[in-house]
């Protein structure tokens, strides 16, 4: 009864995050672009879709991720040796940012460099960067300075690197963004701030996002300084016009695309 409970408000919070973009997109759709009756469907379709999907993983995230991150936090903060927590941290880092759906899709934007090469470089970046922020925590080193060193660190790789690159860098550091690695992340360092009981613990839960979003960027970076590839592949993925509702249904099911209608059907 809690989870139905639970289920319904965080279904609830994603009508009330999706409602108010559907009605925008409907209102340009009207006044401004319209569409066909089959991509109408296709977008209604996903907006609902979207509801349900957000509240069962936003679900999932309350339930799991987060008192999973939480008591991570706590258990590395609470060990002696500095560099077993480090490694913990690093490994975490990599980890949940590889299976950040957000990051699949970016690596398959990007022709000029195998996706593979890509994630494991902005896998490593997040963790590294998690790692740090740790360090950070542990030797108390304020925010800001490390924000003004590492920024003006990334402007002066971005003037060394390829046209190319710059972009995916900073969409790179967006990764950190995403669903699965904010929740987790986040907890992790309520779980670590937690156990300290100094001044600084409260303003040392802070920051960790931050930091954690400059990793891929340099890493990036210095990805199009080291690869340097020859040339950039050039290609848009060839999207099927959908016109009718019937069209629509056929992109949703197992039937070929597209589907050819005989006369007077």
């Known amino acids: ?100 759906p957000d990051l699949q899709v970016l690596a398959n934007q990007v022709s000029s460099i195998p996706n593979q090469v890509l994630i494991w470089t902005v896998a490593v970046g997040v963790g590294a960067f998690l790692m740090f922020s740790q360090l950070r925590m542990l030797l108390k080193i304020p925010l800001s300075h490390l924000l003004v060193i590492f920024y003006g660190l990334v402007f002066l790789l971005a003037a060394l690197t390829p046209e190319t690159f710059v972009p995916v860098s900073f969409d790179s550091g967006g990764v950190t963004t995403g669903p699965i690695t904010v929740p987790f992340i986040m907890s992790l360092d309520v779980g670590m701030a937690s156990v300290r009981s100094d001044s600084r613990s409260e303003s040392d839960s802070f920051g960790l996002i931050s930091l954690c979003s400059i ?28 016109e009718t509702t019937l069209d629509a249904a056929a992109s949703l099911s197992a039937l070929p695309w597209p589907v050819e209608v005989a006369p007077g059907c």
Not at 76 to 97: D, N
Not at 216 to 240: D, F, H
């Open 1 to 100: 009864m809690l989870h139905n409970a639970l289920l319904k408000e965080k279904v609830k919070e994603s009508v009330a995050a999706v409602l108010p973009i559907t009605g925008i997109v409907l209102a340009l759709s009207v006044l401004v672009v319209p569409l066909t009756p089959g991509a109408l469907v296709l977008f209604l379709f996903g907006a609902l879709l979207l509801v349900f999907g957000m509240g069962f993983f936003t679900l999932g995230v309350e339930i799991s991720m987060i008192p999973m991150g939480e008591g991570m936090g706590v258990f590395i903060s609470r060990r002696k040796h500095i560099w077993a927590p480090l490694a913990f941290c690093f490994v975490l880092g990599v980890v949940i940012t590889m299976a950040e």
């Open 215 to 242: 990793g891929p960027v340099l890493s990036v970076l210095l990805l199009g300084i080291l690869y340097r590839p020859e040339q950039e592949a050039q290609g848009l993925a060839q999207i099927p016009l959908v």
